[in-house]
T-cell receptor, first 116, second 110 residues
Framework: GAGVSQSPSNKVTEKGKDVELRCDPISGHTALYWYRQSLGQGLEFLIYFQGNSAPDKSGLPSDRFSAERTGGSVSTLTIQRTQQEDSAVYLC??????????????FGEGSRLTVL | QKEVEQNSGPLSVPEGAIASLNCTYSDRGSQSFFWYRQYSGKSPELIMSIYSNGDKEDGRFTAQLNKASQYVSLLIRDSQPSDSATYLCACSGSARQLTFGSGTQLTVLP
């Protein structure tokens, strides 16, 4: 596809369960970002990948959160033992970023996570 | 103190008026500044970027940057109902990621 693709678009889970969120960036985009947006709030940075490496994991809220990226393409954000405060829209974005940071992020439609 | 502050609004302007959206940032090392627009239920999209002091115009949009005052603004001229959205201010410094404000909700009344 032409844009950033995220799945699932909606996920309802029970507290304590693990969830996996997937992001397929725009082909050729080397940088990939995960953000979280709670209702009525701005975007909270979670993690950034350049290729398969994650130089900046500073935004991950706790050790229950992890992310990986394989083949310089698809990324998976995993949340273990979900809590109600994890409920949010998880947004993935990609960027060309070949020589440096451009700030032009292309966002997917997000994965809405609801933890009951 | 939040790193990027915006008036949360909501801001309402009549159709055809100028909408003025403001943003301040705390990190003096910030070098690049961006405005993203987010329609309700949709993901953000980049509408303006600005890197040096002064004004930058693109159609009906003008971004203004004052690094000494750590202030960024977005002016929307001849506002249209289709401009109704949440506008997110974002900054980047040495870290290769954007720090976003909480957004200003704009409603343009027909």
């Amino acid at each position: 596809g032409a844009g950033v693709s995220q799945s699932p678009s909606n996920k309802v889970t029970e507290k304590g369960k693990d969830v996996e969120l997937r992001c397929d960036p725009i082909s050729g985009h080397t940088a990939l970002y995960w953000y979280r947006q709670s209702l009525g709030q701005g975007l909270e940075f979670l993690i950034y990948f350049q290729g398969n490496s994650a130089p900046d994991k500073s935004g991950l809220p706790s050790d229950r959160f992890s992310a990986e990226r394989t083949g310089g393409s698809v990324s998976t954000l995993t949340i273990q033992r979900t809590q109600q405060e994890d409920s949010a829209v998880y947004l993935c974005a990609s960027s060309l970023a070949r020589g440096g940071f451009t700030g032009e992020l292309f966002f997917g439609e997000g994965s809405r996570l609801t933890v009951l | 103190q939040k790193e990027v502050e915006q008036n949360s609004g909501p801001l309402s302007v009549p159709e055809g008026a100028i909408a003025s959206l403001n943003c301040t940032y705390s990190d003096r090392g910030s070098q690049s500044f961006f405005w993203y627009r987010q329609y309700s239920g949709k993901s953000p999209e980049l509408i303006m970027s600005i890197y040096s002091n002064g004004d930058k115009e693109d159609g009906r949009f003008t971004a203004q940057l004052n690094k000494a005052s750590q202030y960024v603004s977005l002016l929307i001229r001849d506002s249209q109902p289709s401009d109704s959205a949440t506008y997110l201010c974002a900054c980047s410094g040495s870290a290769r990621q954007l720090t976003f404000g909480s957004g200003t909700q704009l409603t343009v009344l027909p």
